[in-house]
Nanobody, 119 residues
């Protein structure tokens, strides 16, 4: 079974940094797209960033470009989201996601980790 476990959330000040981790297990993930999504209170869950496990190609939502970096550690089966210059509007629950390629017939989610950015 595939499991995704997020960690690293917390309370930070505006302009601060935080690194989220997603520990992935149950697959090699070599044929997966890994992503981070977030959901703020009263809002829809939205895409933040993704990385294709094989090769490491990345893609970001416009609102985090230049501030967030997604990466993965093949040896640890872990995906990271380095978040810099955090803003109050980044406050949300952040979720790790894994989608199989090419048709996303497998789709998994972690439990989420809370990020709160104080103004």
């Amino acid at each position: 079974q595939v499991q995704l476990v997020e960690s690293g959330g917390g309370l930070v000040q505006t302009g601060g940094s935080l690194r989220l981790s997603c520990a992935a297990s149950g697959s090699s993930f070599s044929s997966y797209v890994m992503g981070w999504y977030r959901q703020a209170p009263g809002k829809e869950r939205v895409f933040v960033a993704q990385i294709i496990w094989s090769g490491g190609s990345t893609y970001y939502a416009d609102f985090v470009k230049g501030r967030f970096t997604i990466s993965r550690d093949n040896a640890k089966n872990t995906v990271y989201l380095q978040m810099n210059n955090l803003k109050p509007e980044d406050t949300a629950i952040y979720y790790c996601n894994a989608k199989s390629l090419p048709r996303a017939t497998r789709d998994y989610w972690g439990q989420g980790t809370q990020v709160t950015v104080s103004s």
